[in-house]
Structures are given as C-alpha cells and as structure tokens.
C-alpha cells in the first residue's frame, strides 16, 4: 500500500471499550473450557463457591449472593443435586423453603473448579507480570465498583 489514506489506522482497535470487550470474550471462552474439562458450567462454579464462602442458604439468598438470577438458580441447584455436589433440606424456621448446603462431593468438586480457574486465569494474564496482573486486577475492580455504584447494583 503506497497511498498513506488506505492503511490501517488503529482507531477503534484501540478504544478501552474494545479492547475490555474483545478481552473479554476470550476470557469467557478459556473459563467455559477449563469447566466445561471438569463437566461444569460457570453457574455450577459460582454457586459452590458462594456455598463454601457463606454456608447454607435458602436458593433466593443463594441467588442473591452469587448475582444468580432465581430463573437460572432453580435448574443450576437441580443439576447440582442430581449430581450430589449439593443437598436440599427442608429450613427448620421456614418448612416451606429448602435450605441449599454443599456435599464432601461438591467440595471436592470446586477445587477441581479452583484448580481450573486458576490456569485459566494465568493463560488469560500470561503476558502480564505479577506486578501488572495485580495492577490490572485493581484497575478492573475500580471501573467495575465505580459502574455498579452508578447504575445501584453495588453489593
């Protein structure tokens, strides 16, 4: 190309919207895998996590605190169950609601998750040294609370 005027400008291709978006879109798609290696979903993950993190729950507070829609938290504890990573029991305050808690098989189930986060998080930051990737992280996090805080989803 000899005219200057039909070259590639960057442009767009270097916009933080894109750049964020493209990111991550190949960040989903390396967690998908790691999971999907284990036979999981990204659901299955966040809700074993939440259980680990905060004890037993109702399936609405379990929704709320993984951000799990209540559409999508019904089918993901079933499949969960079915697979015995998690067990339902009546509340003993509320018989009318199940008391979601994590099984010794789920447990064993998110660190295989963990384990497959983990590499899917150092192949996803791999040009980045660990100085950069906590820089990144924090920047990230920072845009992240700034928006949640904007538009009331803060938690």
């Not at 879109?25 to 993950?45: I, K």
């Not at 729950?57 to 990573?85: C, K, P, Y």
């Not at 924090?138 to 938690?155: N, P, T």
Request: glycine letters at 6%; hydrophobic letters at 35%.
């Amino acid at each position: 190309m000899d005219d200057p005027s039909q070259e590639p400008r960057d442009g767009w291709r270097m916009l933080p919207s894109w750049l964020l978006t493209q990111t991550a879109n190949h960040a989903h798609r390396l967690v998908t895998d790691g999971f999907s290696a284990v036979d999981a979903r990204g659901y299955h993950y966040r809700v074993l996590a939440t259980l680990d993190e905060s004890g037993p729950a109702s399936q609405a507070a379990l929704g709320r605190r993984s951000g799990i829609h209540v559409s999508e938290m019904v089918a993901t504890i079933n499949e969960l169950a079915e697979r015995e990573l998690v067990e339902r029991a009546p509340d003993p305050a509320d018989r009318r609601r199940n008391v979601v808690s994590l099984t010794t098989a789920g447990k064993r189930q998110l660190r295989r998750l963990e384990k497959q986060l983990a590499e899917r998080q150092d192949e996803l930051l791999a040009p980045l040294s660990p100085e950069e990737r906590e820089q990144f992280t924090e920047l990230l996090s920072k845009l992240l609370d700034h928006h949640d805080r904007r538009s009331g989803e803060a938690g």
